[in-house]
């Protein structure tokens, strides 16, 4: 499984959670709740040239994870400054309970209360709750 089929497991396995495309840019494909965007996959072109997936964050864990390991994680452009975190899809191992992770808290983020209430209690502290 390629690592967008695999982030679209993780995306679509959460309440009401759909695909849905941005605009002309096929290979920038969203994952939304109530046509929120909680976690866009950015697949290359543009000038950026990593397959990257990309999540909205609570306030401090952008640095947090940018100080932790520069190297898989990044600022995305145009989201970035509004706290969201890209998480490089390509390096040698990913880590896909962390990614399951910080796409859940993405959501958590977004969803409306009564969706996000429906994933487990015992969420993730970086969902800032």
């Known amino acids: 499984m390629d690592d967008f089929e695999r982030l679209r497991e993780i995306c679509l396995a959460l309440p009401e959670a759909v695909e849905a495309g941005f605009g002309d840019y096929a290979d920038h494909p969203t994952f939304r709740v109530r046509n929120k965007v909680f976690t866009w996959y ?35 452009p145009y989201l970035g400054p509004r706290g969201w975190v890209g998480v490089r899809l390509q390096v040698p191992e990913v880590d896909w309970t962390e990614v399951a992770e910080l796409v859940t808290d993405s959501y958590r983020l977004v969803a409306p209360k ?15 709750r």
């Open 42 to 76: 950015s697949g290359g072109p543009e000038g950026r040239p990593e397959r990257a997936a990309w999540v909205k964050a609570a306030p401090g864990v952008q640095q947090e994870l940018l100080a932790s390991d520069p190297d898989r994680f990044f600022v995305p």
């Open 114 to 128: 009564r969706l996000a209430a429906q994933l487990d209690p015992g969420h993730s502290r970086r969902a800032g």
